[in-house]
């Protein structure tokens, strides 16, 4: 579909106007939204995944294109009726306790919602509790732990530890740039990834979905 060619062209040039343009154009030649978003928005952004994880771009670029992508969902997402995008999954995500730091946590959430998951980002500062809290009402299936700080990094162990009675329902994944694989398997974790296309690929495989 010519179409759905140039949203995907536009959406990985960043082009927040052309997707727009080229999401309402699909949506007058009668393609559904729910396909419009998959074949088209969710597609290009995967593939920006794969540029960034291979160093053919950088962080800029990939925000330019996740802000082309909102452009997109902005127009499509009122008219899905009921799920008809494919559902991955419900990631709850948040940077933990102490730390401020949220550029590199809003690239993993753009590259999640990118990838057709729907994520619910508490911010920053986020207390065991309330990651516990949002990971029992939004019945998530991923809990994604971000901190830059290594003081920060031991509050992940404790909520790692709280969310124990729930780990047959939900699996945890961590990140940020002191978090190392090996802590993360020190603190029982189930996942790390070192950047936010990986997070995508190491999500899939946890729950695994394609
Ligand atoms: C920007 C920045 C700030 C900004 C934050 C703005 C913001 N809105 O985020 C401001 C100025 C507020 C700040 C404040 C501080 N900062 Co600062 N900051 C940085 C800096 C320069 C860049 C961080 C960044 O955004 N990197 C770019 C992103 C894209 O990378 P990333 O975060 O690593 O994320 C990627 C991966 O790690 C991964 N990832 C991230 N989260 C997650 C989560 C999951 C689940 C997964 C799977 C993956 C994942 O994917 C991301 C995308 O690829 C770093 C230096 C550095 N080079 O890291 C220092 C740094 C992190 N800061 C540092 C410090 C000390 C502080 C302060 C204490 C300074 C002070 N004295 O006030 C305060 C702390 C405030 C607080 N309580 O949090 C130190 C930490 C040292 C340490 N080892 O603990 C650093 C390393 C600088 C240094 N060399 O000293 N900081």
Redesign the pocket.
């Known amino acids: 579909m010519q179409i759905i060619e140039e949203i995907k062209t536009a959406l990985m040039a960043g082009n927040m106007n052309k997707v727009k343009e080229g999401a309402n154009k699909a949506l007058e030649e009668g393609l559904a939204p729910a396909d419009i978003i998959n074949d088209g928005l969710i597609a290009a952004m995967s593939v920006i995944g794969v540029q ?1 994880k291979n160093n053919e771009i950088y ?1 800029p670029e990939v925000l330019v294109a996740a802000r082309a992508m909102h452009a997109g969902m902005d127009v499509l997402k009122p008219l899905l009726a009921g799920d008809a995008v494919q559902d991955r999954g419900t990631m709850v ?1 948040g ?1 933990v306790k ?8 809003n ?2 959430v753009m590259m999640m919602e990118g990838a057709g998951f729907k994520v619910v980002d508490l911010g ?2 986020v207390t065991t509790e309330k990651f516990v809290q949002a990971v029992t009402g939004h019945k998530a299936q991923i809990v ?9 990094m031991a509050q992940m162990k404790g909520t790692v530890q709280a969310l124990e009675p729930y780990r047959g329902q939900v699996k945890v ?7 190392t694989r090996k802590f993360a398997d020190e603190i029982g974790a189930d ?9 995508v690929d ?2 899939r495989e946890l729950l695994g979905v394609a």
């Open positions: 960034f962080m995500i940077t102490g730390d401020l730091h949220d550029i590199g946590k690239l993993v920053v500062d994604g732990l971000s901190a830059l700080l290594t003081s920060t994944i961590v990140g940020g740039a002191p978090v996942g790390y990834a070192p950047d936010a296309a990986s997070a190491r999500v």
